[in-house]
Each structure stands twice: as C-alpha cells, then as structure tokens.
C-alpha cells in the first residue's frame, strides 16, 4: 500500500479535481502491476495497474489508495475492469465519498465474489485526499496560505515598502506550490506594492495557476505586470462594485485580458468565501493565497487555511509595522513542523481534524 501511495502523488497536480489514486497488483510476494491517475481525463489507477499485470492479476490482491469507481465516469467502472480480471483480494485504504462512489465500488466486488477489505493507512490515504475532500465537502478548494516574515514578526516596514526577506531555497519552495496549484491569490495592496508576477518558474510547470487579485474597489493600475501579462496566464479580479461604478478602470483591465468578477462584500471588504466559492465553481480543488498581513490574518480569522507556510527571515526588521495575527488556539488545531530553507526557516502548520468524511 506504501508504494501505491508514492505512485499517487505522481499525479499532483495533473490529476484535480479529481483525487489522486495509486494501484498496486500483488500475487504471492511480487507486485506483478501498478499505476496511478496520470491526469484528469485518463484512466483510473486500477486500469493501467491492470494492464500491466495482464493475466497474472488473476487470483491476486489489489491494493488500492481509494474505493475503485463503481459507476461510469469518463472511463468505465474500475470495479468491472477488478471482476474481470478475476482479481481474489481489493485492500483500500478508504472510501471515496463522492456521491455517485460511495460504498457502491466495495458492493459491487463484494457482490462478485471479491474479499475487500478497507482502512489500511487510513490516515494517509485521508491526507493525500484532502483537496479532492474538501472540495466536495465544503464546496471551496483547498487552501494553503503562504507569507513570508521577520524574526520580529513584520512582513513589510510601516512605508508599505517591501522587500524580499527570504532566500532562494524559499522561493524554490514557493514556485513548485505555484506550478501545480489551481489559483494564486493575493491582495490588491500586495499586487500593487511587489507589483508580483506570480508564475512558477524553474521548475516543472503541471498546471498554469489563474492569478487572482481580491480587489474591493477596483484601484489596481492597468501597469502592473499582473495586467500586463493577462493574455499569457489567466488573471481574475474579484472586486465588490459593479463594473458601472468604475466603467473607466473595468475597461482599461478588460481590453488587457483581466477578467473582472463581482463578488460579494463584508464590511467593505471582498467576502473570502464567495470568492472561493466562485474559483470552486470553475473547478478549482488547490488555491495558494500569497498574503501580507492582512489577507491573511483575514484567512485565518474566517478560518479558511487549510495549511499555513510561514516563512521566517533571520532579520529583523526593528520598528513598528503590521504583523500577522492568528486566532486563538491556533497552535491546537494545526499540526506545525518546522524545516530549514537555506537560511530561512519554514513553519508548516497542517490543520489537524480533516474534513471527515
Ligand atoms: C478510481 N480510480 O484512479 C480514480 C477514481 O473524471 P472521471 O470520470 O475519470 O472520474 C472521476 C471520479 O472517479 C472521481 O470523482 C472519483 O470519484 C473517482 N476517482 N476512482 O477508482 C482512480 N481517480
Ligand atoms: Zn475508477
């Protein structure tokens, strides 16, 4: 099962919406087949697990890091594909809670004659699941918010001058979250002071992320490199007036390639979750929200980070600016590790109670 999970992550970031999925066929002692999702829209894991083992997936067990589809998505039922194989054994780590799997996968083999057995790594198989979960849970992608800060806490100096307090090690970090996720948010007073790009560069490159800008009143200039680049990487602004209001601005970003989206406010500012709820609807599962200070003290007080990556410089900025803030409790509720980036230090907070399913 181990190996079927480390065949999964292969397909991060290719395979979303859908989750990813790892098989391994086992007969005796020797794996005879394995595969996993490659990409939305390919076969499912079992099917090429399948095909590798041929007939020697016969009287084998098949591990699985998901429930096998019962039902005819764009590919025929992987329990079909199980049956005929005449495969004696199907070990799934859990279930798969979309609504058209649910418990229907372990029916049909168990209808068929084929002893299955659930739960093996559970934990993982929900970890490796999460963004596929919590789209269908909460109806939001999944969220990870990122920034990077001082020793003393501060991400930019009261001038609202910025400057990049982390290394490369941290931007590598940074950029390969950026080349496999849906969305990358960030404020309109970030777009506007970094005047960011937000691409991933050197390194694989497995989705092209849509930059998105939370944007109220719609004052970004049409400068920025985010506008300028629009018809290169799809850029959306969420912004809380109608396009009348600012008819002048809507219509410089447009004729740029931005697309504008109303989006509902909460005390003057963009409401986080019908903003997430729009980037759900166009099909995101993984958002990185690049934030200062406020966006994501904002995210974490709305409770919508699913994972939290804070940076931290060994600098230390020494005078009065805006600092995080993180709710109560939050030490408790994430699970926090901490890891080296060259002289910079990661925290890694990963919320600890799921969505259960
Ligand atoms: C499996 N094995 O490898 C995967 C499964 O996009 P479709 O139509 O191919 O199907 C997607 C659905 O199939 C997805 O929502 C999830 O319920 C299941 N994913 N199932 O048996 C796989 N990727
Ligand atoms: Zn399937």
Known sequence: ??????????????????????????????????????????????????????????????????????????????????????????????????????????????????????????????????????????????????????????????????????????ARIVHRLRARVDAIIVGASTAIVDNPLLTARDV????????????????????????????????????QRSRDDHARAAQLLTQRGVEILPCKSRNQRIDLRDALHQLYQRGMSNVLVEAGPTLATAFLAADLADEVMCFVAPEALGREAKSVRFPARFAERFDISHHSADSDALFHAVRRSPVRT
Not at 95 to 100: C, K, L, R, T
Not at 132 to 155: E, F, M, N, S
Not at 212 to 229: A, E, H
Request: charged residues 25%; aromatic residues 6%; positive net charge.
């Open 1 to 170: 099962m181990r190996r079927a999970f480390t065949l999964a992550r292969r397909g991060e970031g290719r395979v979303e919406p859908n989750p990813m999925v790892g098989c391994v066929i086992v007969r005796g002692s020797r794996i005879v087949g394995e595969g996993y999702h490659r990409r939305f829209g390919s076969h499912h894991a079992e099917v090429y697990a399948l095909r590798a083992a041929g007939r020697r997936a016969a009287a084998a067990t098949a591990y699985v890091t998901l429930e096998p589809c019962g039902h005819t998505g764009k590919t025929p039922p992987c329990t079909d594909a199980l049956i005929a194989a005449k495969v004696k054994y199907v070990v799934a780590a859990m279930s798969d809670p979309a609504p058209e799997v649910a418990g229907r996968g372990f029916r049909k083999l168990r209808a068929a004659g084929i002893e299955v057995r659930t739960g093996c790594l559970n934990d993982e198989a929900r970890s490796l699941t999460r963004p596929y979960v919590t789209r269908l849970k909460l109806q939001r992608p999944y969220i990870i918010l990122k920034w990077a800060q001082a020793l003393d806490g501060w991400l930019s100096a009261p001038d609202g001058q910025r400057r990049q307090l982390t290394g490369q090690a941290a």
């Open 204 to 239: 694989p490159i497995k989705r092209i992320a849509t930059r998105v800008i939370l944007d109220s009143r719609l004052r970004i200039p049409p400068t920025l490199k985010l506008v300028r680049t629009a018809v290169q990487a799809p850029t959306i602004v969420f912004t």
